[in-house]
């Protein structure tokens, strides 16, 4: 499908705010272990580091709590969150329920404008797969994001969402991976090709499969996370 520039630009990710950039450098340094399990986030010295106020650090903060990245203890402030293999395995458990359950709404609802605007999206990811592993993130999870707004059930995929927000440190495990952009591609289109033949059985198959083969690589992403 060809498509020109201006059809790409509302897929890009938007301008960040203030907090919004705090918090992907603190998620920067969970990931890269600057900021390890059981630390305290010193606040003041971060605020400092990034050169910004207290303002959009607490608000980055607490949208990292809300992930479950972090810990907040009255008295005591912020401390990174040991998540472990068992906590991310029973959330990919209730993903499987939930997006199994929305597919049979999707399904129901998809249009082949969705399907093209869908294509469109992963397209965009694939023209723009040099960017840092971050926005990477955030661009497959707007892929996913409208995948299941198809369905046209708000709160599903805000209950999606929520999860994806829970496991988000560890999908950025994987994105380090090495076969991790190629898998990507493969499942994003695969979807894109089971919505056009409108197969919600097999796109159910396919979703559950993935979702499992994620949840199977936990326990070592955790032992090499934390090693």
Request: with cysteine; aromatic share 10%; glycine share 4%.
């Amino acid at each position: 499908m060809n498509t020109n520039q201006n059809d790409h630009n509302d897929l890009k990710i938007k301008s960040q705010t203030l907090s919004e950039m705090v918090y992907d450098k603190i998620l920067d340094m969970i990931m890269s272990n600057v900021l390890k399990a059981d630390d305290k986030v010193n606040a003041d010295e971060l605020a400092k580091t990034f050169g910004v106020s207290k303002t959009p650090l607490r608000e980055a903060l607490k949208s990292l709590e809300k992930t479950s990245l972090v810990d907040f203890t009255p008295y005591a402030g912020y401390s990174v969150k040991r998540i472990t293999a068992e906590d991310i395995k029973g959330l990919y458990e209730i993903r499987i329920l939930l997006e199994a359950f929305a597919v049979d709404r999707i399904i129901k609802c998809v249009t082949d404008k969705h399907v093209e605007r869908l294509s469109r999206i992963q397209e965009y990811i694939e023209a723009n797969l040099s960017v840092p592993k971050i926005d990477l993130f955030k661009m497959n999870r707007q892929f996913h994001d409208y995948f299941y707004s198809i369905s046209g059930f708000s709160k599903l995929c805000e209950m999606i969402g929520l999860l994806w927000d829970n496991l988000s440190f560890f999908r950025m495990l994987l994105i380090q991976e090495q076969d991790y952009i190629e898998n990507m591609k493969r499942e994003h289109w695969d979807y894109i090709k089971a919505l056009e033949k409108g197969d919600g059985e097999y796109l159910k198959q396919l979703i559950i499969s993935n979702l499992r083969k994620h949840a199977n690589r936990v326990p070592d992403l955790v032992r090499e996370h934390y090693k």
